[in-house]
């Protein structure tokens, strides 16, 4: 949209509004290019929607233009709830400046969306995938310690990229029952490591890591370590997990999400208290977790037709 329309044009307003909530979403916000091109495309198909109905100025409109333009948007309800919310971030941004005396868009809410449930791994197929990591290399060590740690704590993969060796030995230099992970908002929640686990990360911290430390231009606490001594990036890390499902014959059902929610799955399974696995999976909130009850339910379905001869 140009910024050279008259001051007289019922849509100059909003025009003008619009670019300073790119402005502010860019520079003071730090979004991402991506992100504020969605928000200037959303936004601009919902100012043209309001132009053809005469609607140029702010204060003009309610609650009831926001419910009609979101109601015929076309596509799937996440493309709608998407676009509801650049609308409603915008109306936001109104009434902080100071341009609106209230948010008309307050009381909507968004098409209620489906809950996804996460793919899980059978106990066997996580089996499959740690035995398609073979060799005793220092970068074998390496990927078999990193999978058996994703899998033994349900960290994000990203959780334990940024793990140091604090985090996770002991004072005799040995993998730590217990070990500390950093989430979101530099939360930390401290869960605990079975035995393989434990095994496969003292093999690669006491044998694999000096290895890889040597090549290093520079001395890092990170626990993973690339081939030249680096840091290990999220990108390599869900490599690994992709060439060991591909070695197992898993493609397509690995993510780097996987190993998360498989642990989720079987803990739940195994008679964990779902609060015991929210806290080791860092939710926030219980109802983030209690998506796996689902994934239980149905698992103890599927084995009850299954295997009872009376069930069908």
């Known amino acids: 949209m140009s910024n050279n329309a008259s001051s007289s044009s019922p849509r100059s307003e909003l025009e003008r509004e619009l670019e300073r909530y790119i402005r502010y979403v860019t520079l003071e916000r730090g979004r991402s290019p991506h992100t504020v091109s969605a928000y200037r495309s959303d936004l601009g198909h919902y100012l043209a929607w309001l132009a053809a109905r005469d609607l140029g100025r702010a204060v003009e409109l309610g609650a009831e233009h926001v419910r009609d333009y979101v109601g015929g948007l076309p596509g799937a309800r996440t493309t709608v709830a998407r676009k509801l919310s650049s609308i409603k971030n915008f109306h936001r941004f109104l009434l902080d400046e100071g341009v609106v005396p209230d948010d008309v868009t307050r009381e909507l809410h ?7 449930l996460p793919k899980a791994l059978s106990v066997a197929q996580v089996q499959d995938l740690l035995d398609a990591i073979v060799g005793d290399d220092p970068l074998a060590l390496r990927d078999r310690a990193l999978l058996e740690l994703l899998y033994a704590t349900g960290a994000r993969v990203s959780e334990v990229m940024q793990m140091s060796l604090d985090d996770l030995v002991d004072d005799q230099g040995r993998t730590a029952e217990m070990v500390r ?4 908002g530099r939360k930390q929640r401290i869960v605990p490591v079975g035995s393989y686990a434990r095994a496969a990360l003292d093999s690669y911290v006491t044998r694999a890591r000096p290895a890889l430390i ?3 231009k520079k001395s890092t606490p990170v626990v993973f370590l690339g081939a030249r001594g ?3 990036s999220r990108q390599n890390a869900w490599l690994i997990i992709h060439d060991a499902a591909t070695r197992a014959h898993l493609e397509g059902l690995v993510s780097p999400h996987t190993l998360r929610h498989s642990f989720a799955t079987h803990v739940l399974s195994g ?3 779902i609060r015991v696995v929210q806290e080791l999976l860092g939710h926030a909130s219980v109802s983030t977790t209690q998506i796996y009850t689902k994934v239980t339910i149905d698992t103890l379905r599927d084995v ?4 009872h001869p009376r069930a069908r």
């Open 214 to 216: 040597k090549n290093a």
């Open 110 to 116: 968004a098409p209620k969306l489906p809950g996804r």
């Open 304 to 307: 009850y037709l299954g295997a």
């Open 271 to 273: 008679g964990a208290d």
């Open 230 to 232: 680096a840091p290990l």
């Open 181 to 184: 992970v950093t989430g979101k």
